[in-house]
């Protein structure tokens, strides 16, 4: 649970391979040389080295594939190879006129609807208690570094107004005078045209009220610069993409080179209702300790018949934090980083940057999918599917070999460059001490050393 302290567990046997429920699931990972094939391409006499694509468990360990993560869900979900990528017809290539990387900040609020505004705080939220959502313009430098190499653009806040839609439409079945008069449209205006986004109310009671997120991204088409190799549209609102669904986080749409991510649901106050954990968030959630209580869970809520002899046992692949070893892995770094943070009674600022770290990593994910990446089967990495709130904070922000080579190839820069300028974004004095961003770094330097040596 987000609320579990800091003392309940040191996070000293590392789980480099998936966890048992992966073989449960019916999910079986691409061996070593199939992983190393897939960050190849066919003909290509540049062969990438052999310290940017070995994948040392380490460093790059096996995706976790908890009960109920996306992999267990769909488990034979095929793998994307760099050569798969490449030949992707509907992947938009790098072109000298297309290779700018737009983000869009969230839209203001006008006096004609102003009842939207309290629709971004969760219902429950206590003013004290409120944290300070993510600068977009911090969004922006994450972004610029992650994809370093190509330019990306902050766009004004001026540019986009959410204003009242004129169709008359309005709430059906209302039982009051306020509720009739709430429309069921509101317009996003963006520059001299008005694109209609549907709203409701939530279906889970988190928050007042949600913009459809189908909506949004036509919005964000229609907003596309001639310039643009991708956008990326923030918002501070919930969205949902149609009646069934409860609520989204984020989606792409790759081939129009457009993504739309909702900060709301990774607000830290949403953690206990999220079931989002803290203590073993990434790096953390590779804890061998927390992987196989998981498992226990799940098993023991699912009741499965007992067998003698004829369970097989996946063999793993373990590690411990702060052997006697001279060498220090990256992932050993990073869990060592993440065992000295505080868990509870976090600061205004710390939950202001756990927030960030999360919108970052989706933010980075979605624009992934406009550069023509798909979900990873490989590895643990930050182009992962996600089935939930939860399992992303499992997951990391760096991407594995495979998916690796795919942006830099994008982007036309190095490995260590690249980087580098992350390490220097979370490296900064309001970020070097806090979740996500501490343990990340130290992630980095490992990696350093090892492309290194």
């Given at each position: 649970?987000?609320?579990?302290?800091?003392s309940?567990?040191?996070?000293?046997?590392?789980?480099?391979?998936?966890?048992?429920?992966?073989?449960?699931?019916?999910?079986?990972?691409?061996?070593?040389q199939?992983r190393l094939?897939?960050?190849?391409?066919?003909?290509d006499k540049l062969?990438?080295?052999?310290?940017?694509?070995k994948?040392?468990p380490?460093?790059?360990?096996?995706?976790?594939?908890?009960?109920?993560?996306?992999?267990?869900e769909?488990?034979?979900?095929?793998?994307?190879?760099?050569q798969?990528?490449f030949d992707e017809?509907?992947?938009?290539?790098?072109?000298?006129s297309?290779?700018t990387?737009?983000?869009?900040?969230?839209?203001?609020?006008?006096?004609?609807?102003d009842?939207?505004?309290?629709?971004?705080?969760?219902?429950?939220?206590?003013?004290?208690?409120?944290?300070?959502?993510?600068?977009t313009?911090?969004v922006h430098?994450?972004?610029?570094?992650?994809?370093?190499?190509l330019?990306?653009?902050?766009?004004?806040?001026?540019?986009?107004?959410?204003?009242?839609?004129?169709?008359?439409?309005?709430?059906?079945?209302?039982t009051?005078k306020?509720?009739a008069q709430?429309?069921?449209?509101?317009?996003?205006q963006?520059?001299?045209?008005?694109?209609?986004?549907?709203?409701?109310?939530?279906?889970?009671?988190v928050?007042?009220?949600?913009l459809?997120?189908?909506?949004?991204?036509?919005?964000?088409?229609?907003m596309?610069?001639?310039?643009?190799?991708?956008?990326?549209?923030?918002?501070?609102?919930?969205?949902?993409?149609?009646?069934?669904?409860?609520?989204?986080?984020?989606?792409?749409?790759?081939?129009s080179?457009v993504?739309?991510?909702?900060?709301?649901r990774?607000n830290?106050?949403?953690?206990e209702v999220?079931s989002?954990?803290?203590l073993?968030?990434w790096?953390?959630?590779?804890?061998e300790?927390?992987?196989s209580a998981?498992?226990?869970a799940?098993?023991?809520?699912?009741?499965?018949?007992?067998?003698?002899?004829?369970?097989t046992k996946?063999?793993?692949?373990?590690?411990?934090?702060?052997?006697s070893?001279?060498?220090?892995?990256?992932?050993?770094?990073?869990?060592?980083?993440?065992?000295?943070?505080?868990?509870?009674?976090?600061?205004g600022?710390?939950?202001?940057a756990?927030?960030?770290?999360?919108?970052?990593r989706?933010?980075?994910?979605?624009?992934?999918?406009?550069?023509g990446?798909?979900?990873?089967?490989y590895?643990?990495?930050?182009m992962?599917g996600?089935?939930?709130?939860?399992?992303?904070?499992?997951?990391?922000?760096?991407?594995?070999?495979?998916?690796?080579?795919?942006?830099?190839?994008?982007?036309?820069?190095?490995?260590?460059?690249r980087?580098?300028?992350?390490?220097?974004f979370?490296?900064?004095?309001?970020?070097?001490?806090e979740h996500?961003f501490?343990p990340?770094?130290?992630?980095?330097?490992?990696?350093?050393?090892?492309?290194e040596?």
């Amino acid at each position: 649970m987000a609320s579990a302290s800091a003392s309940e567990c040191s996070h000293r046997s590392v789980q480099f391979e998936c966890s048992r429920h992966a073989a449960q699931a019916g999910f079986k990972r691409p061996n070593m040389q199939e992983r190393l094939a897939a960050t190849k391409l066919e003909n290509d006499k540049l062969l990438p080295s052999p310290a940017l694509v070995k994948g040392n468990p380490e460093t790059f360990p096996g995706p976790l594939v908890l009960p109920g993560d996306e992999i267990a869900e769909d488990p034979e979900y095929p793998p994307q190879s760099l050569q798969e990528w490449f030949d992707e017809e509907d992947r938009n290539s790098v072109t000298p006129s297309r290779r700018t990387v737009y983000v869009v900040p969230p839209p203001q609020i006008t006096n004609a609807v102003d009842f939207l505004e309290p629709w971004s705080q969760p219902k429950d939220n206590r003013q004290e208690d409120r944290v300070e959502p993510p600068l977009t313009e911090e969004v922006h430098e994450y972004l610029s570094a992650f994809y370093h190499g190509l330019p990306v653009k902050l766009m004004p806040r001026s540019t986009l107004r959410l204003v009242r839609w004129n169709s008359g439409a309005t709430a059906a079945n209302s039982t009051s005078k306020a509720k009739a008069q709430r429309p069921r449209f509101v317009g996003l205006q963006v520059s001299r045209q008005c694109v209609r986004i549907r709203i409701r109310r939530s279906k889970d009671g988190v928050f007042d009220g949600q913009l459809n997120l189908n909506d949004l991204l036509d919005a964000a088409i229609s907003m596309l610069p001639k310039d643009a190799y991708a956008l990326l549209f923030l918002v501070n609102h919930d969205i949902y993409e149609d009646e069934n669904d409860d609520f989204a986080c984020g989606r792409a749409y790759g081939g129009s080179r457009v993504a739309v991510v909702s900060s709301a649901r990774y607000n830290p106050n949403l953690d206990e209702v999220e079931s989002v954990e803290r203590l073993h968030a990434w790096p953390a959630s590779h804890c061998e300790s927390y992987t196989s209580a998981f498992c226990d869970a799940a098993d023991e809520d699912s009741k499965p018949k007992k067998t003698s002899k004829s369970r097989t046992k996946t063999k793993q692949n373990k590690g411990n934090v702060g052997s006697s070893t001279s060498r220090v892995w990256p992932m050993e770094a990073a869990i060592s980083i993440h065992r000295t943070l505080p868990i509870e009674g976090l600061t205004g600022t710390s939950l202001a940057a756990l927030w960030l770290g999360r919108v970052c990593r989706t933010a980075s994910h979605e624009l992934g999918h406009c550069f023509g990446i798909d979900h990873c089967m490989y590895y643990a990495c930050s182009m992962q599917g996600t089935a939930s709130v939860g399992e992303d904070a499992s997951q990391p922000p760096y991407l594995c070999p495979v998916d690796l080579v795919k942006v830099l190839h994008a982007t036309s820069t190095t490995a260590i460059r690249r980087y580098n300028a992350l390490l220097q974004f979370c490296e900064k004095p309001h970020r070097k001490n806090e979740h996500i961003f501490a343990p990340f770094a130290a992630w980095i330097r490992g990696r350093l050393v090892e492309l290194e040596e």
